[in-house]
């Protein structure tokens, strides 16, 4: 019998692991190829759709102001309007403002707890 008692499984262990990890290394080159390609697909879509959205702005602009103003913004790309104050994240929140020195509560005076009744005297109707 051999020391260790689990050598043969652990070889068989060790095979199965090292046959599993070469196949999932084959699918990660497979996915990756596969991803490579749809990438490249959507950039060039993207570019396409870039296109079309600055011709249509483009004619936006035409429609929108005269010829003497269009020729200046040409030239230059054309700024988005600032956003409004109401679309800013809402500001931080604050702190509640200190107390002065000396506006502490006052102490409450405690209840008094009510004694049991004894001899099975009844409460009084108030």
Do not use: C, T, Y
């Not at 020391?3 to 990890?21: C, K, L, S």
């Amino acid at each position: 019998m051999s020391q260790n008692p689990f050598e043969g499984f652990a070889r068989e262990f060790q095979r199965a692991i090292e046959e599993h990890g070469r196949l999932l290394n084959e699918e990660m080159k497979r996915v990756q190829v596969e991803m490579k390609s749809a990438m490249a697909q959507m950039k060039e879509e993207m570019e396409r759709v870039g296109a079309e959205l600055r011709r249509a702005m483009e004619d936006f602009h035409r429609e929108r102001w005269s010829s003497a103003e269009w020729i200046d913004l040409v030239g230059e790309p054309v700024q988005p309007n600032p956003p409004s104050k109401k679309s800013k994240n809402s500001p931080k929140k604050r702190r509640p403002r200190r107390k002065p020195p000396g506006s502490a509560a006052a102490p409450v005076k405690p209840r008094p707890k009510p004694k049991p009744l004894v001899d099975g005297a009844e409460a009084p109707v108030e």
